[in-house]
C-alpha cells in the first residue's frame, strides 16, 4: 500500500517561501508521475505543478516563475519551493502520484497540508 505524507506547509508572510515535501513510502517508481495540487473551500482542487520522471515538469500558469517542483526518486519524495507567495496562494496542498500508464488503478493522495500567506 501506497502512502503520502506531506510536511512543511504553515503560515508566511507576503512575499516570503515556504518548501513542501512529499514522501512516499511503499511501491513507488520513478515511472509514477507526482504532483501538488491545491483547494479552498467551495472550489475544486487544482493542479499547481507536476514532474515526470526526472525532468518533465508543467506548472499552473499562476504559479510559474514563483513555484518549482522537483523530485529525489532516491529518497521517493517529490518537493515544491514556493516563492514570492502571495493571499491567493493559500489553500490545502495535497500531494498526488499516479501511474501515467493505469491512472484508474494507481494514483494516491496524501492527507494535505495547509499553505496561510498572510500580511
Known amino acids: 500500500q501506497v502512502q503520502l505524507v506531506e510536511s512543511g506547509g504553515g503560515l508566511v508572510q507576503i512575499g516570503g517561501s515556504l518548501r513542501l515535501s512529499c514522501a512516499a513510502s511503499g511501491s513507488i517508481s520513478s515511472i509514477y508521475a507526482m504532483g501538488w495540487y491545491r483547494q479552498t473551500p467551495g472550489k475544486q482542487r487544482e493542479l499547481v505543478a507536476r514532474?515526470?520522471?526526472?525532468?518533465?515538469?508543467n506548472y499552473a500558469h499562476s504559479v510559474k516563475g514563483r513555484f518549482t517542483i522537483s523530485r529525489d526518486n532516491a529518497k521517493n519524495t517529490v518537493y515544491l519551493q514556493m516563492n514570492s507567495l502571495k493571499p491567493e496562494d493559500t489553500a490545502v496542498y495535497y500531494c498526488?502520484?499516479?501511474?501515467?500508464?493505469?491512472?484508474?488503478?494507481?494514483?494516491?493522495w496524501g492527507q494535505g497540508t495547509q499553505v496561510t500567506v498572510s500580511s
Open positions: 498526488n502520484a499516479v501511474h501515467p500508464l493505469l491512472p484508474s488503478t494507481y494514483n494516491y
Open positions: 514532474i515526470i520522471g526526472g525532468a518533465s515538469t
